[in-house]
């Protein structure tokens, strides 16, 4: 209880102290105020006296009770496309789940190359990047259809969190899982849903729009070295106990035989699926937007029955995330808005002005990547310091184009650091299969490991792709 | 399964036909698309292959993908400030009937005037008076607080649905009920969620504010006759067998003693609801947007704990609410831009031009309520009727106050001619108290009575308030 009391001091705290100073030269008073609410709001999200989509909601409400923008603005994010695309592919991940089909996919994966503990790894690795293609809610695919495969699997092989059989299996697979579930995080648009509102912050800021397909094209290239090293070098200096795990593929062979034929709404959903990615990734010669695309798979899904309105309207999850977004996308556009952006790039580039921009952009990235040590969330992380740390880095001289893409994949990356990293990683670690020290060593190893493929592969990757 | 595809082929049908007409003179194809699109969903609202809240998205969504209306704009309903007034409201609702304060102010009633059964009646009309005056779920105010305590008491005398014993007081008490729920529906701005689509309909085409005060005040002398004279035309009418209900005030009297003190959850609630009520009352002397007020409210409930974050967003019907109202609000605001609406009722006007305003509506008024009977929600009635017979009206020569209130509050009153005209109809019907027939002849004999007082009474009272 007292806890509470002093995350709430904490919070109004930041605002105030910010609303007290005064604001600088040629900046307006409700512009400053906004300033205070958002950063009250960020800090709140991560503080969390309430719920972080519980924040951002009180953050919007304070702002419209203080007019520093009304309220016709302020509810603004909620009409917002990305907001809704966000929660059209939550919607989306339910019919994963209700169907089957993810965990269909899965089994497949593991009868064809899960005789091998680094094959049953990768098995579901590919299922998971398969999903993430289109399915942005990390909760969903790793808690509704990674996760209870894999504990099933661990299970055969009688090695359980609480008997010291942990090492034998569990240890192993949970590392190399979220630690590539991090990778496809930051592989896809829709890798997390929080990569939404770097497109948006990007686009507001740069003017570069990182959609769908400019998205996965420049990650796939050092996305797929990550995918292929971190694993070996997890198995290399951790390795489990089990090294060849037949039974697992006996498990998928009577699963599979279980569910039988695929069924009529999986069938449907794979169709949708297929459709949804298709139109996605060719966005640039129909041009109809991502949003309705997502929109239409739902429709196609709820006229079918594939989906029942009811579950939708029950997605708790869906709805958190929806306030969350709609909320935060609306501050960062009004913040966009105001001149304190620009003038807060201009006077730390103006101090740092000597720095040639390889070293300054190397260093931020670098800032960027290790604060996430202090978030509880990418999109917490994004909000926070995306914004500043591109102004500054282009102010300083850097491309665009390669500082955006360097922050957009740190800013995922980085989350594998820490078991609070974000919204799968306390899913992953709260089994117990995997020692706090075992989890940060990992997260650092990998880090090192992640950092040097995305800024020597990734760097020229992209240059080759004319982006620098 | 059938039955499916031709409601189905009734909805797609009705958008098609209308999609094929050749637009008139002047109206663009988007424009048309868009009013094809619109009475669809209408029609598909109240034919409902799909639960209604279902079809408006998908309304949405096939606007979007005709960009009749791009995605950017049909979304905008779910930024607008009146749609988040009723999901506001909805909230609010949920800490009434979280905290028990609305089934203890129902009790203190019963116990003050529940001793013979029409003042028992009373004791749950004044509860439900009360709390319509800032929760507009009727689903709320009648399933979760008023008729529990309705079925808790008429078991104590012994009137079940099942064994004949209905009419003994039961019968009774749901009729009057749900009469008095229509004429509380039409009495305040927050007597039922579509009154806030009224106030924005009515604004966009006539340019009258409907505010929270302005519709009280000018429902509040015909809602007071109506409220005496329906419940005793039943009374005398349709007489319960028990006139004397001492059992209810013994239950009220044991229940209330159970309840203890004021909780301090309930007290609180009780402090917001007065604020939030006071500044609504108020707003012409502050300015403070009546949104603004109801989220600030959901702020202090939040923080003191008295909701929990999660309650919302587990609001099923208020998610359903939201995307309901949000399709609709954009949808006639969007067909209010274009010149649709005025051509419509210049044509209409020009073949009736030789008729007097008064007899014109007189003669609009009385459709306009009684196609109540083809409707299964005062929404679908609203969106598919008020504002051609308004425009048509006013274009007569009709004076625009007095149309704008006679529609409004006509379109709650019709509610009560069947037991499918709003929300709570199906519910209190479907207890099983009371026979169709029994239903619809005071629903048929209470339309008569209230039309009749807000003609005459409403008439005179509005031309006292300069309304024409």
Known sequence: MRNKWV?????????????????????PREAWTLLAIFIATIVGSIVQPLTGSAMVFLGVVVLAISRAVPIERALSGYADKYVWLVLAAFFISRAMIKTGLGHRIALIFIRLIGRKTIGLGYSLVITDFILASFVPSTGARSGGIILPIAR???????????????????????????????????????????????????????????????????????????????????????????????????????????????????????????????????????????????????????????????????????????IWYGGLVMMAGELGKTNIPTIFAGTVAAATGNLSWPLALGLIALVFFYAHYAFASITAHVMAMLVPFLLVTVAIGAPAGLTVLMLAYFANLSAGLTHYGTTPAPVYFGLGYVTQKRWWTVGLIASIINIAIWTTVGSAWWKFLGWW
């Not at 948006?200 to 740069?206: M, Q």
């Not at 951790?238 to 069924?263: D, I, M, Q």
């Open 7 to 27: 995350k709430w001091l904490i919070v109004l705290g930041s605002g105030l102290v910010i609303a007290l100073i005064p604001p600088p030269e040629g900046v």
């Open 152 to 322: 099933s699997v661990t299970e055969t092989y009688d090695s359980r969190p609480e008997d010291g059989t942990a090492e034998r299996l569990g240890t192993f697979l949970m590392t190399m899982l979220y630690q590539c579930e991090v990778i496809l995080c930051a592989t896809f648009l829709t890798g997390q849903a929080s990569n939404v509102i770097i497109r948006n912050l990007v686009a507001e800021n740069s003017g570069i729009d990182l959609n769908y397909s400019i998205w996965f094209v420049s990650a796939i290239v050092p996305s797929l070295i990550s995918l292929i090293v971190i694993p070996l070098m997890i198995y290399r200096f951790f390795p489990p106990e089990v090294r060849e795990t037949p039974n697992a593929v006996a498990f998928a062979h009577s699963e599979l035989e279980k569910l039988g034929a695929l069924s009529r709404a999986e069938k449907i959903l794979l169709g949708v699926f297929a459709i949804v990615v298709a139109l996605w990734i060719t966005t640039i010669w129909h041009g109809i937007d991502s949003t309705v695309i997502a929109l239409a798979g739902i429709a196609i899904l709820l006229v079918t029955r594939v989906l029942d309105w009811r579950d939708l309207m029950a997605e708790t999850n869906a709805w958190e995330v929806f």
